[in-house]
């Protein structure tokens, strides 16, 4: 069936369609319905059949006898280790790590906080979890311990599970000091915490809060897999807005293994036993869909990458890890192709490797600029796919689907609607605009299963954030484009969140901690463009006028500032000190503006501009940090 009679089908019968679907999935009890909309616009899926997710991604395959097939590979060169755990070791791993959760109270709905570097057992404590109905929510590592505290009075776990220590480049980071930190400055308490004691870092515990995980899970007894409705929790994904307040994406299970399951062997186009490799981080949504639940669930083998694209040690890592475990199928983000492609522009060491088992390179968590897609396509010569989605939706809103059709890539565009996804393109008044022209993209409510169905603690928030400015759809917060042939274009994001390395991140939540300065009377964050990074935050700040001391002085601080609070990811390293920020003559200040000079691509300004001689200060400062780049 072609990509149009696909899509055609599922919108003359969206519940049928999404059934059929649900079918790939072992349920206890079967849903009789897939969309529930009692409580329109906030929508469920499947809400009344029972299943568990850990049943269908794990021990389902064991009874399928495919017990002795790999489940995860992790391959980590900081460590210098490959470890292969099977799907009938990883069912005994992770129901005794559950039996330890469940005889230290831990039961259905409990959520559990997961702060974990890039080993297997960051996957079987989200799997030990879902064992037993609990929801987690994992924190990236790269966040530092104010961040984690945040998310820990946000969703109130039951236990944290967190390893001694993180390994980066050059660095270990102590996560175990980083969470004692965060539970130091958080409000709620867990009942316990369970330590992965690492061998780079044996890390203190703290007598009657701390467990070690070698010894819980050997003391435990296995447990079975807990039933749990379509409509509970799974998870709770904290992701950036545009205050220093993240949201907590919370997904609900059926319609997460329905969608995620379909989507292995129509979007990425694999078959159960093939390896699977997404090159991100548990941390983020691609880990959690495309690391963890979706490679498992279709009974893929998995790859947990402990390492960089270079520097670990070099350019040719990533074609070593697909020769070295026959990857078929590689997602990673354009930044990271950019930085090998910095290290080695024509792409020599792929020479090194036996890339015979690569079919496909998928691209997503930031736009994919032509240059790095062509480039990829030379290097690797395997057809290169931008697909479009968000930590919202939890899997690709469009996509090219080569497991349906292999349709021509349009390069800069990220292809066509995936099923369940009615994507438009809407002016400010939240009217539909022509093929080509420029606007919001919204989709058309109901969104399909797999995507979020509130946020925690803030269904106001939710429907506030996402529902309110046009009626009937979710807004994206990203800004492009459909051209005649229905292929959609992301351009950029309509809000203040930026993205850096792939990472997404706040502008605001930055400016809440700058702000915090006692020395800064006002400030703006902006983003601005980097070669290799894609975005880089920019700190643009005015001093008291109390204040004696020097820019030279105060910047570090306010650097330092920012990734003691917010975390390195933030890569927040530039900030300069000018008398005063443009302003609209309602005092909003001009963030795009600014970005625009930094970026040397000035556009017009806005006529409502308080005092135009302030752009040529600002200009000025950015100059004299390098700004707009040669
Ligand atoms: N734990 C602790 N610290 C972390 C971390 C983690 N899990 N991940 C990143 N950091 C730190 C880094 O060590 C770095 O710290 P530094 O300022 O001391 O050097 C900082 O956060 C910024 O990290 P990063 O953005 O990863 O930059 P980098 O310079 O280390 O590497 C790339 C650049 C392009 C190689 C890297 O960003 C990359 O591989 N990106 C891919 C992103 C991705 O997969 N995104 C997921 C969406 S699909
Ligand atoms: P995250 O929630 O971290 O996955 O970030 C989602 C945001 O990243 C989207 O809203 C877009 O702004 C951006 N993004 C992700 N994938 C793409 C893509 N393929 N093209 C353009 N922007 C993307």
């Not at 390994?167 to 270990?172: N, Q």
């Not at 070593?320 to 192709?337: K, M, S």
């Not at 795009?592 to 000035?602: E, N, Q």
Request: with cysteine; glycine share 10%; hydrophobic share 40%.
């Amino acid at each position: 069936m072609s990509y149009a009679e696909t899509y055609a089908r599922w919108k003359a019968d969206p519940e049928g369609w999404w059934m059929e679907a649900a079918r790939a999935i072992d349920w206890f009890d079967p849903p009789s319905r897939a969309l529930f909309e009692g409580r329109a616009p906030l929508y469920e899926w499947f809400s009344d059949g029972t299943l568990n997710a850990c049943w269908n991604a794990v021990d389902r395959h064991v009874e399928a006898g495919n017990g002795a097939r790999v489940a995860i590979i992790h391959d980590s060169p900081v460590t210098g280790s490959i470890t292969r755990i099977t799907y009938a070791e990883l069912r005994d791993r992770v129901a005794r790590l559950a039996g330890a959760l469940a005889a230290r109270g831990v039961t259905k709905g409990d959520r559990i906080a997961i702060y974990m570097p890039m080993v297997p057992e960051a996957l079987e404590a989200m799997l030990a979890c879902a064992r037993l109905g609990a929801v987690h929510s994992v924190v990236f590592g790269g966040f530092a311990a104010p961040e984690l505290a945040t998310r820990i009075d946000d969703c109130t776990p039951k236990a944290v599970i967190a390893a001694s220590c993180g390994i980066e480049p050059g660095r270990v980071v102590h996560y175990k000091p980083l969470l004692d930190e965060a539970l130091r400055l958080a409000r709620h308490q867990p009942d316990f915490c369970l330590i992965l004691q690492r061998p780079q870092e044996i890390a203190a515990l703290h007598p009657g809060r701390d467990l070690d995980w070698g010894t819980a899970v050997a003391e435990a007894d296995p447990v079975d897999c807990v039933p749990v409705p379509g409509n509970h929790p799974h998870y709770i994904l904290y992701t950036s807005g545009t205050t220093g307040q993240p949201k907590g994406v919370v997904r609900q299970t059926g319609g997460h293994l329905v969608a995620l399951h379909w989507t292995m062997r129509h979007i990425y186009g694999v078959s159960p036993g093939e390896v699977f490799w997404a090159a991100s981080d548990v941390g983020w949504v691609v880990g959690h869909s495309y690391i963890c639940y979706a490679p498992l669930l279709h009974g893929n083998t998995t790859l947990v990458f402990e390492g960089k694209p270079v520097g670990t040690p070099d350019a040719g890592t990533f074609w070593r890890v697909i020769a070295d475990h026959g990857v078929t199928t590689l997602f990673t983000a354009p930044t990271a192709l950019r930085a090998i492609k910095r290290e080695d522009p024509d792409a020599t060491r792929t020479a090194d490797h036996d890339l015979g088992s690569l079919r496909t390179l998928f691209l997503a968590g930031e736009r994919a600029d032509p240059d790095t897609v062509h480039w990829a396509e030379k290097a690797l010569k395997v057809p290169v796919i931008d697909h479009w989605w968000q930590t919202e939706t939890g899997w690709p809103i469009a996509a090219n689907p080569i497991g349906v059709q292999a349709l021509p890539v349009k390069v800069g565009s990220s292809s066509v609607p995936m099923p369940g996804y009615d994507v438009q393109i809407l002016d400010e008044g939240g009217h539909p605009v022509a093929p080509g022209v420029l606007g919001a993209v919204a989709l058309r409510l109901p969104l399909p299963p797999g995507t979020l169905s509130t946020l925690w603690n803030a269904e106001e928030r939710f429907c506030k954030s996402y529902l309110s400015h046009f009626p009937g759809y979710y807004e994206t917060g990203d800004a492009g484009y459909v051209d005649e042939d229905g292929y959609v274009f992301i351009m950029a994001r309509t809000d203040d969140v930026i993205n850096v390395a792939g990472h997404r991140l706040s502008t605001g939540a930055m400016e809440e901690v700058v702000a915090s300065h006692p020395d800064v009377a006002e400030c703006a964050v902006i983003g601005v463009a980097d070669d290799l990074k894609g975005q880089l935050p920019l700190g643009i700040v005015c001093l008291n006028r109390t204040c004696t001391r020097d820019a030279s002085q105060i910047v570090p601080e306010v650097v330092a500032l920012v990734r003691d609070r917010i975390g390195p990811v933030a890569a927040f390293r530039h900030a300069v000190v000018v008398e005063r920020l443009p302003k609209t003559r309602s005092g909003k200040i001009l963030r795009a503006t600014m970005s625009r000079i930094a970026d040397g691509t000035p556009g017009k300004v806005p006529a409502t501009i308080d005092d135009p001689a302030i752009l040529e200060e600002i200009a000025a400062a950015f100059r004299g940090i390098g700004y707009p780049r040669a």
